[in-house]
């Protein structure tokens, strides 16, 4: 079965940096699409960035121009720098392939001072 495992996540002061992994397994196809989403305490779960297999990416606003995706096959990464107290959620990976979509479990990213 595929299965999703992000890493990377923790706590960290205000305009520091953090960089999530996500690593995919059970499965010999690549991803059409990679993602990340997060979820903050009593939101719901947004759009932060996306990367397809042409390497054209997608942003959300409100963390242009400070987080970076990237992709290497099947494992994908999320570089956050400049990170702000409203960054704070737990951030899923999600890959979409062959027409499914699956999710990692979530990693809780903390910035705080």
């Known amino acids: 079965q595929v299965q999703l495992v992000e890493s990377g996540g923790g706590l960290v002061q205000p305009g520091g940096s953090l960089r999530l992994s996500c690593k995919t397994s059970g499965t010999v196809f690549r991803a059409d699409a990679m993602g990340w989403y997060r979820q903050a305490p009593g939101k719901q779960r947004d759009l932060v960035a996306t990367?397809?297999?042409?390497?054209r990416t997608t942003y959300a606003d409100s963390v242009k121009g400070r987080f970076t995706i990237s992709r290497d096959g099947n494992t994908v990464w999320l570089q956050m720098d400049s990170l702000k107290p409203e960054d704070t959620a737990v951030y899923f990976c999600?890959?979409?392939?062959?027409?499914?979509?699956?999710w990692g479990q979530g990693t809780q990213v903390t910035v705080s001072s």
């Open positions: 990367i397809v297999s042409g390497a």
């Open positions: 999600n890959a979409n392939i062959a027409l499914v979509a699956y």
